[in-house]
């Protein structure tokens, strides 16, 4: 039996605005953890769900993976967390634990990912979520819970691959995109001692990049400045999202580099460079546990700190309009009054 009404904002139907929703909570099972929800950060993620991008979405739909809050209640066999302890929950809340990845320590390819999202049944929109306490993380006491909030999915998505790739001190590294991701991209890329050179289509963002902690900055669309960078970079992190200059992406990495995608941009490029060059485009998603760990402690230990503009709860539909309209600077949390 259910043991509690929750009351969260849902979409009833493809692209449609999120309404009040209640809905009786899951039942807790013996690894689970209760928590109350406090902050839930708006990604990007959440708004392609609800518009099912992804193609798995079930309606009512209650997004929201990037959360903050209180454990309220702890099932049969959980040891390591207590009601009252503030913790983090990004988008994996589970796995099988049994298949191939998932014993390798590779929970986020898990076989069953789709069912092991937070947002299943009902996501951080809502008075609490119900995940498995493995992935319920402990949360410095010092990081306040806006930020923690972003680096729970955005944060995991951008560290996972530059510390997985990171080389020899001063990889030249280039990062597509100053948004919700790039941005914290920037400043994991400075403290690990990355060459830090941001590419973007808006001149606009060239203050902030370097505010940051990048290294160097330049336009796109800047043809001279471009070719100065043909075969510059060892790695290249793409993490924009939409349509990207991919004439650009696919000639700045050395010959046999790699591109790395945290972002889901429209894949419409000729091949011819992606070939020539002995290029690998490579996605990368989320972490895993261990990783998930290291991270938010090297956030904390270095200062990383996510540019986050806070709302209520109640205005997720005007936070998702900024989102949309690309005008978050640079992630929005989600308040619950």
């Given at each position: ?7 969260g ?15 009786d ?15 839930c ?11 099912d ?29 207590k009601i ?13 634990m049994?298949c ?16 092991s ?6 996501g951080?929109?809502?008075?609490s979520?119900i ?9 410095p006491?010092?990081?306040?819970s ?23 001190p001063?990889m ?5 995109g ?22 973007s289509t ?15 900055f ?5 043809r001279?400045v ?41 894949m419409?490029m000729?091949?011819t ?5 002995d290029?690998?485009?490579t ?24 540019m ?14 900024r989102?949309?309209?690309?005008k978050?600077r ?8």
């Open positions: 039996m259910s043991t509690s009404v929750n009351l904002y849902a979409a009833n139907a493809v692209g449609q605005p999120l309404k009040p929703f209640t809905y909570s899951p039942e807790l099972g013996g690894n689970d953890v209760r928590v109350k929800v406090t902050h950060g708006l990604c990007h993620t959440d708004i392609q769900a609800i518009e991008f992804y193609e798995i979405t079930e309606y009512p739909f209650v997004p929201g993976h990037e959360i903050v809050g209180i454990v309220s209640q702890v099932g049969n066999t959980v040891s390591d967390l009252g302890d503030r913790v983090g929950i990004g988008w994996q809340g589970r796995s099988c049994q191939e990845y998932c014993l390798k320590g590779e929970e986020q390819l898990c076989l069953d990912i789709v069912e999202a937070t947002w299943k049944p009902y951080g929109f809502g008075d979520v995940v498995d306490h493995r992935f319920a993380y402990p949360l006491e010092a990081m306040p806006e930020a923690a909030a972003v680096l729970m999915c955005a944060g995991i998505t951008v560290y996972s691959p530059l510390r997985k790739y990171a080389g020899q001063a030249k590294l280039a990062i597509m100053v948004g919700g991701l790039g941005h914290l991209a920037i400043q994991f890329a400075h403290a690990m001692g990355y060459e830090v050179t941001v590419i808006s001149p606009d963002k060239k203050e902030q990049a370097f505010a940051f902690g990048a290294d160097s330049f336009v796109s669309s800047d001279p471009y070719l100065k960078h043909i075969f510059y970079f060892d790695l290249v992190l793409c993490t924009a999202t939409g349509q990207v200059p991919w004439n650009v992406l696919l000639n700045v990495p050395k010959k046999a580099g790699r591109i790395v995608l945290v972002g889901f941009p429209e419409s000729n091949p460079d992606l070939v020539a060059h290029l690998s485009i996605g990368s998603f989320l972490g895993n546990r261990t990783t998930m760990r290291e991270m938010l402690a090297f956030a904390q230990a270095n200062r990383i700190t996510p986050v503009e806070t709302m209520p709860m109640n205005q997720v539909n005007e936070a998702m309009q989102v949309k309209e690309n978050a640079y992630r929005i949390v989600l308040v619950n009054e």
